[in-house]
């Protein structure tokens, strides 16, 4: 008997009405606020066009203005007849041959691109994420074998840790670290928030790596023992390998959620991609603009690493 494939246009469809009715709400919403787009005020937060003023280094006169193409090259003459070159725009040059100049006047400026607050942001919090990811990654998988170890104190003390991170507020630990731990051992604020978002993540990471080495059947122990291994080499060569494979959609949910999770940190005045936001929305008073993008921003982050992890895991299904 042949079976038809049923059609899955209708429903891609109720799909994009469903979107659309969203857009659509979200329109009206703003409608009935009188909320005014701007959206031509958001690419100067990503990069803008930076102004550098090229001063005068001493006492001296202007001895030439020449033309060169887009630049003009000033050349001035001190006291002493050392002389100082400069390239700037030749709109921004307000001065003439023989002018006096004083230390400090500015000849001209000069402008080139640079990066926004928002570009500065989404930069901060990757570095901020890949740092903490790494750190939470060793100390997880540390503290996860901890946890099942034959000795106590290793399992009591990796239990607590667990316990007592999970059991307590991210920001929280963030204020302990910083105002208690870092003002102690005098560290930087970069290096409080990477550490307290490391040992979070290290705590649920712990979780999930202890959950998939129990997930593997006590036997695979035994073959691997049976065949001249100790119980480390088994645990690196044989259970941790095949408990990766099970623990990598919960570790890849782990670190999209510590992605966000970073966002905490600009409350100890770390400049990442949130408190850029909000820095941004008080100078150009586009709130559901600025908000919009910020949102758009970790999603440029986070679904890359979800495509990522979801290849991964059908490429290691493919290898069983």
Same mark, same amino acid.
């Given at each position: 008997?042949?079976?038809?494939?049923?059609? %899955? !246009? @209708? !429903?891609?469809?109720?799909?994009?009405?469903?979107?659309?009715?969203?857009?659509?709400?979200?329109?009206?919403?703003?409608?009935?606020?009188?909320?005014?787009?701007?959206?031509?005020?958001?690419?100067?937060?990503?990069?803008?066009?930076?102004?550098?003023? #090229?001063?005068?280094?001493?006492?001296?006169?202007?001895?030439?203005?020449? *033309?060169?193409? $887009?630049? =003009?090259?000033?050349?001035?003459? $001190?006291?002493?007849?050392?002389?100082?070159?400069?390239?700037?725009?030749?709109?921004?040059?307000?001065?003439?041959?023989?002018? $006096?100049?004083?230390?400090?006047?500015?000849?001209?400026?000069?402008?080139?691109? =640079?990066? +926004?607050?928002?570009?500065?942001?989404? !930069?901060?919090?990757? !570095?901020?994420?890949?740092?903490?990811?790494?750190?939470?990654?060793?100390? +997880?998988?540390?503290?996860?074998?901890?946890?099942?170890?034959?000795? @106590?104190?290793? *399992?009591?003390?990796?239990?607590?840790?667990?316990?007592?991170?999970? +059991?307590?507020?991210?920001?929280?630990?963030?204020?302990?670290?910083?105002?208690?731990?870092?003002?102690?051992?005098?560290?930087?604020?970069?290096?409080?928030?990477?550490?307290?978002?490391?040992?979070?993540?290290?705590?649920?990471?712990?979780?999930?790596?202890? =959950?998939?080495?129990?997930?593997?059947?006590?036997? %695979?122990?035994?073959?691997?023992?049976?065949?001249?291994?100790?119980?480390?080499?088994?645990?690196? #060569?044989?259970?941790?390998?095949?408990?990766?494979?099970?623990?990598? @959609? @919960?570790?890849?949910?782990?670190?999209?959620?510590?992605?966000?999770?970073?966002?905490?940190?600009?409350?100890?005045?770390?400049?990442?991609?949130?408190?850029?936001?909000?820095?941004?929305?008080?100078?150009?008073?586009?709130?559901?603009?600025?908000?919009?993008?910020?949102?758009?921003?970790?999603?440029?982050?986070?679904?890359?690493?979800?495509?990522?992890?979801?290849?991964?895991?059908? *490429?290691?299904?493919?290898?069983?």
């Amino acid at each position: 008997m042949i079976k038809h494939k049923k059609a %899955q !246009w @209708p !429903w891609h469809g109720l799909t994009a009405l469903v979107l659309v009715g969203l857009a659509l709400s979200l329109y009206f919403a703003t409608s009935m606020i009188s909320y005014e787009w701007r959206w031509n005020r958001i690419p100067q937060y990503f990069a803008y066009q930076a102004e550098e003023a #090229h001063r005068a280094a001493g006492y001296g006169t202007v001895q030439e203005i020449v *033309r060169k193409g $887009d630049t =003009a090259v000033v050349t001035l003459r $001190d006291e002493d007849g050392n002389q100082q070159v400069l390239e700037v725009d030749p709109a921004s040059v307000k001065l003439s041959q023989g002018d $006096d100049v004083a230390e400090g006047d500015v000849v001209g400026l000069t402008h080139h691109w =640079a990066a +926004g607050p928002l570009a500065w942001g989404l !930069w901060t919090t990757v !570095w901020i994420s890949v740092a903490s990811g790494i750190l939470g990654l060793v100390i +997880g998988l540390f503290a996860g074998l901890c946890r099942l170890s034959s000795n @106590p104190t290793l *399992r009591d003390l990796s239990t607590v840790y667990v316990e007592l991170v999970r +059991g307590t507020p991210l920001l929280v630990q963030i204020f302990i670290f910083y105002f208690f731990i870092g003002t102690v051992l005098n560290l930087s604020r970069e290096f409080a928030g990477v550490a307290a978002l490391a040992l979070f993540t290290g705590a649920y990471v712990a979780e999930i790596v202890r =959950a998939g080495v129990q997930s593997i059947a006590k036997g %695979q122990g035994e073959a691997a023992r049976s065949l001249g291994l100790n119980a480390s080499q088994s645990m690196r #060569h044989v259970i941790l390998p095949q408990a990766f494979k099970r623990v990598l @959609p @919960p570790l890849a949910g782990q670190f999209i959620s510590l992605v966000k999770d970073t966002s905490l940190v600009s409350v100890i005045a770390i400049t990442e991609l949130t408190k850029s936001g909000r820095e941004a929305i008080t100078t150009s008073f586009s709130t559901f603009e600025i908000w919009f993008c910020v949102a758009g921003l970790y999603l440029l982050i986070n679904l890359p690493l979800s495509h990522f992890a979801s290849r991964l895991e059908r *490429r290691l299904a493919q290898s069983d």
